[in-house]
Each structure stands twice: as C-alpha cells, then as structure tokens.
C-alpha cells in the first residue's frame, strides 16, 4: 500500500510553479512556488505559465464572497474578496491582517493549484497501482486475522483496579510494512457505551489514536470496527523509531460491568500437536511471523498518558484484535522521487490542459485570445490521438528507472529465508 495523504504534503514544493508576469494575479503560496527539484510545471507544456492558469482557473470574484473589512475577525477558511481577488483565511482568529500571501491568508487561485496539484499525485499513483507498477507492493500480505479464536468462559471475571490494561504489538523487524488493527473484539459483563480504546506507542507520552466503541449485549463476544490504528516498525515520516512497541486497549476506570478474559498460551503460542488445536496454532504461525503480541497493563496517570513502568500478564482482557499486514512503500517511494519527476509532471500536465480544453478562459486578458481548446488538445493527443503529451505520460510510466514491484522485502517473491527481514 502506499498512503496518498502523505505522498501529497511530501511531494509538495517538488515541483514549483513561476510567478506571474501580470501583476493583476494575485499571489502564490511559497509552499507552490518552492522545485525542489529544480523543475516547474511550465517545464512540461508552455500552457501551464501561471498567466494561463489564471486564465482559466474559476472566477472566484463572482462567488459572492463578503468584501474584506479591516475591523472583522476571520475563521480559519473564511472567504473575502479584497482589490478583486478572493481570499482564504488560514488561521482562526484571523484579525488587523491585510489580504496577502503569507502566514495569513491565502488566495484562492493558490488553493486551486494546490488542488489540482495534489489530484494529479493521487491519480498518477492510483495509475501506477493499476499498470502493475507497484500493485503488488499494494497487495495484502493478509487480512482481518485474530489473535486467538473464541472467547471466554462467562465465569472468567476481570476484577478492575484503574489500570490501564491491553496488549503489547511489537512489530518484527521488517522495514516497510504496516499492521492494521482493522476491529477490537469486546467481551464484558455489561453492555459498553462510548469505551475508548487508545493505541500508544512506547516512544511517546501521549497516545496515538483514540476511538469511541460501543457494544450492545451483556456477555456476548463483539467486534467494532477501528479506523486510524496503523501500526509501523518505522516510520520515518512519522518519526517512529525502529523496535518501538505499540499498547493497545482501554482505562478500566472507562469500562461498565467487567471484563472476560480467554486463557491462552501468550509466551509459547498454542500447542502445535495438541488436539484441536491445529488452528489455533496455524493462526498463531501466520501473524507470529510479523509481530509479538502479549497482554499488558500499568497505573493510570491522567487518562491519556503513558507511564514508564508497565506490568506484563497473561489475561487478554476481554479484548481481542484483528489485523491487517501490507506493504506499506510510502517511504521507499519517496526515498526514489526523483525518479517521479517526469512522470508526474506529464501528469499535471495532461490533467491541466484537459482541464483548459474543457474550461474556456474566465477573464479577459492578453493570454485569452492565445489559448485555442484545439491547439491544447493537439498538445495533449498528438495528430489522430497519436503521440502528444498522453503519449509521452504512458511511456514514462512504462520507463521508470526503478521496479516499483520490488520496492518492500516483506513480499512473498521477495522474502528471504528466516524470519528476519529488510526491505531493498
């Protein structure tokens, strides 16, 4: 898999745009102006001059936006118009600041670039995901696996002390995966209602992720949903060292009734030849490959924080998790972007000038009588829908200098022997 979200605010500034020559158009953000990589989107077509972007971008003057007033208070993404031009807040509590590029404001054509920009990112991925480039580096390693199967005997009670209390994920040594706790399984005495369930990791005080869960019968063995409980062996993005361990559960202060614990062989894995017992252990085989899982609990502090001394046990809790396992080529990509230079060039490229066939200019000005929808379309398609930019896209995404395929050794064609491994 690879995260666009990322790929986006890390890919910002790689590719700039030039200023205007036409001091009617308003400012650009220094966040789109920046090329790290000493290239700019005109770069790939002379139709993407920020003249002629102006040209055709929306009129934003004409959405009834409220005239900027010297003595208002602004929201953050406020609208004004202000010497003709719209205007964006970016801070809350916006007051006594002029309308200009900067820690302030931001026009709207700024945003619109921005926009555009991050769209020819995801489509530029999701097209490389789709010819194969990287699809298998976005394909499941598994999905959706427990940590143990059944739950617990209703007379196995968990008395509550105020602790905090759940299981300990340390991934394996295995660069460039991510583990996904897809669900949280719950099995308490009474019905929960809005329980949080907290993910911290040990390098940080304060916890990662939090989400409310709730639960409808009493005894009963549950399963919610999770979102955002993304677990790494690192992450350089996310400044997550590696051999970091992950803590997942609940404050007992939060729950109602008590909880139901399962016994389970949490140092050893289950009995390989013991009877029935043969799926259990193939469960444990397959995520063992990947992670270390061993139930936890410590003092609370203030609700949200993590202490420094934690108690390692053996009662899951009333807690069970399901997991995901997937490459995760964010950072691999990211390590080789230059490689995309071109490729995602072309690719905005090719999105603007659909976008200025199929936008005739807005505003009158010099640029408008030079922009022809079928002079634009012959760049983009070539003569007889044969060659042009499209054409020039296609092969630099056949033609890229590295195999994207390739890009996680947690992959099965890629693997090497033993459990402990490391991505190229």
């Given amino acids: 898999m690879f995260d666009i979200t990322t790929l986006q605010s890390n890919l910002e500034g790689y590719i700039g745009f030039r200023g205007a020559t036409d001091a009617s158009v ?21 139709y993407l001059y920020t003249d002629v972007l102006f040209s055709t971008a929306p009129n934003f003057p004409s959405e009834n936006y409220l005239t900027f007033s010297a003595t208002a208070t602004y929201d953050v993404a406020d609208k004004v118009i202000y010497l003709g031009n719209a205007w964006r807040s970016k801070v809350s509590a916006n007051a006594s600041h ?16 921005g926009d555009k920009v991050n769209a020819s990112i995801a489509k530029l991925f999701n097209r490389l995901a789709t010819e194969k480039k990287i699809n ?32 300990a994920i340390r991934p394996k040594n295995i660069d460039n995966i991510r583990i996904k706790v897809t669900h949280v399984g719950l099995q308490f005495t ?31 063995f549950a399963w919610v949903a999770l979102t955002g409980f993304n677990l790494d ?23 109602t009734g008590s909880a139901i614990f399962k016994p389970y062989s949490w140092n050893e894995g289950p009995c390989k030849g013991c009877p029935g017992s043969l799926d259990e252990y193939t469960l444990w085989n397959l ?29 899951n809790w009333g807690l069970n998790f399901a997991f995901t396992v ?36 807005r505003r009158t000005n010099p640029v408008q009588g030079n922009i022809q929808a079928g002079a634009v379309l012959y760049d983009l398609n070539g003569e ?12 630099a995404i056949k033609g890229l200098s590295f195999d994207f395929s390739k890009l996680s050794a947690a992959l099965p064609s890629a693997r090497p022997s033993g459990f402990k491994y490391r991505a190229i």
């Fill in 26 to 46: 308003p400012s650009i953000d220094s966040t789109l102006t920046a090329s790290d990589s000493g290239m700019y989107w005109d770069d790939f077509s002379g």
């Fill in 98 to 113: 002029t309308p200009a590029a900067g820690s302030y404001w931001e026009s709207m054509f700024s945003v619109f670039l």
């Fill in 136 to 167: 298998s580096s976005t394909k499941a390693i598994f999905e959706n696996k427990k940590l143990f199967l059944g739950s617990g005997d209703m007379s196995n009670l968990i008395t509550a002390t105020s602790r905090f209390v759940g299981v």
């Fill in 190 to 220: 009474q019905a929960q209602t809005d329980l949080p369930i907290y993910l911290f990791n040990s390098q940080s005080k304060s916890y990662v992720a939090r989400q409310l869960v709730s639960t409808t019968a009493a005894y009963n």
């Fill in 233 to 255: 062996f690192v992450n350089i993005l996310d400044d997550v060292d590696s051999g970091s361990t992950w803590y997942i559960g609940y404050f007992e202060d939060d729950i």
């Fill in 287 to 315: 995520w063992s490959k990947y992670y270390t899982a061993h139930p936890i609990s410590f003092a609370t502090l203030d609700g949200t924080n993590l202490p420094s001394e934690i108690s390692w046990d053996m009662l």
């Fill in 326 to 361: 997937v490459p995760d080529v964010t950072d691999a990509i990211l390590a080789n972007k230059q490689a995309l230079t071109y490729p995602l060039g072309l690719q905005f490229a090719c999105d603007m000038l659909q976008w200025i066939a199929t936008n005739p200019p």
């Fill in 384 to 395: 007889d829908g044969k060659g042009g930019l499209k054409k020039e896209l296609t092969d």
